[in-house]
């Protein structure tokens, strides 16, 4: 397909840089999930403590958190093929390699460190700064159909890799995945992707240069700052910024919490492995809805307002799972996986749309990735505090409760970022 074809297609071009990007992150978060499966797997066979254990996914979060921001200026100033299509040679690299694990130094080389710094090629990091370019009246309705592959990959294959782990043992499981992965994106983004529309000639969302506005628009209230040429310099002499930063840590930490420790916690509540791996896929699925709902929510009624919401929903997922804790009834599990997955699909549009509102520019690539960086560390922190106290006190209940409290906390920090005093969507008065 060549430029001038992309081009007579009967829809914006930026539409196939969504779609290509819930691919990507699809199997970004398909892999942070399904983490939980090989987990409960390897615990079983190798009998490591769960910390120990559990401190792999936050290596890999530790990685994500230093190169998120590298792979973003990589893109600013490269370009996404460049970066995109080697990561995912090294991500399936590394997922073949896990399956010659003998001991826990190999689980961390392989998964936590090979497999993380491929990953982070295909994570939110890249495809933000892709979808800031592509769109701005309908960014929160685009980066929540693209973020929506998060659900996506978890609904998936979190259940894919149960029954493969079920059919052939995990060691065959991880190269199905590689396999998967490499034969599905590497193509994909190899002949599809695209960095701004300027390479087409089109403009973003699709619009004409001259062209009147139609139904809504963005309205800048704060000229003086959407005028900045923002740089890391001076983001972060900025209260904003470290409110996003804030924000966006506190959210991140109980999703990150639960979804790791999830599985091996309804396990040890008497459901049997594989219904345990479908709760979680659950999440996914719910998730992917909501992200795109959550994105169209806040292009009308703001992105604090939004969050907020999204974040009780998040602390009442953290409650079900309290509740279980203390009752024994399994059937909050339902309840917990449908919470969690509409309190988690509030995060990922609102990271990007907040971050864009407030800072897009040419080096939004590289700011986006500080952020993103912050937000690996708020899931590594997240997936190890989870198995400490649970090593310290025998029982998820503390950690549940924090997690409650982390995420109304972050509902009342985002509104200190104020993207509503920056940029905010308006409707457009009718000629009539």
Known sequence: MTEKRFLSLPFFYGWV????????????????????????????????????????????????????PLTGGLIDRFGPRRVILPGIVIMCGGLALCSYISNLFQFYLFFGGIVAIGVTSVSIAAYSPILAQWFEKKRGVAVGISVSGMGLGTFLLVPL?????????????????????LVVLFPSMLIFLRHKPAELGLSPDGSVVGELPKRRTVEVVDHVWAGTDWT?????????????????????????????????????????????????????????????????????????????????????????????????????????????????????????????????????????????GVIGAGCAFGAWFGGFIYDKTQSYQLAFLLCAVFALASSGVVWLSAPRKVRRMVKVASDG
Request: charged letters at 10%; aromatic letters at 16%; hydrophobic letters at 60%.
């Open 17 to 68: 840089i969504v779609v290509l990007g819930l691919l990507g992150m699809a199997a970004w978060t398909g892999i942070r999930t399904t983490f939980a499966v090989f987990y409960a797997s390897l615990l079983d066979e190798f009998g490591w403590s769960r910390a120990g254990a559990a401190g792999v996914q936050s290596v890999s979060y530790v990685i994500y958190l230093i190169l998120a």
């Open 161 to 181: 890799t149960q029954y493969f782990i079920a059919l052939w043992g995990w060691r065959t499981a991880f190269v199905a995945l590689a396999g998967l992965f």
């Open 232 to 372: 890391v310099k001076r983001i972060f002499r900025t209260g904003r910024y470290w409110a996003l930063l804030t924000f966006a840590f506190l959210s991140i930490t109980p999703v990150y919490l639960m979804v790791t420790h999830s599985v091996r916690f309804l396990v040890d509540k008497g459901i049997e492995r594989m219904a345990a791996a479908f709760f979680l896929a659950m999440v996914g699925i719910v998730s992917l809805i909501s992200r795109i709902f959550w994105g169209w929510l806040s292009d009308r009624i703001g992105r604090e307002p939004t969050f907020t919401l999204g974040a009780i929903v998040l602390s009442m997922a953290a409650w079900s799972l309290i509740f279980m804790n203390v009752t024994g009834i399994r059937n909050l599990a339902y309840l917990f996986s449908l919470l969690l997955g509409v309190g988690w699909g509030c995060t990922a549009p609102m990271f990007i749309s907040v971050a864009a509102d407030l800072f897009q520019g040419k080096r939004f690539g590289l700011i986006y990735g500080i952020l993103e």
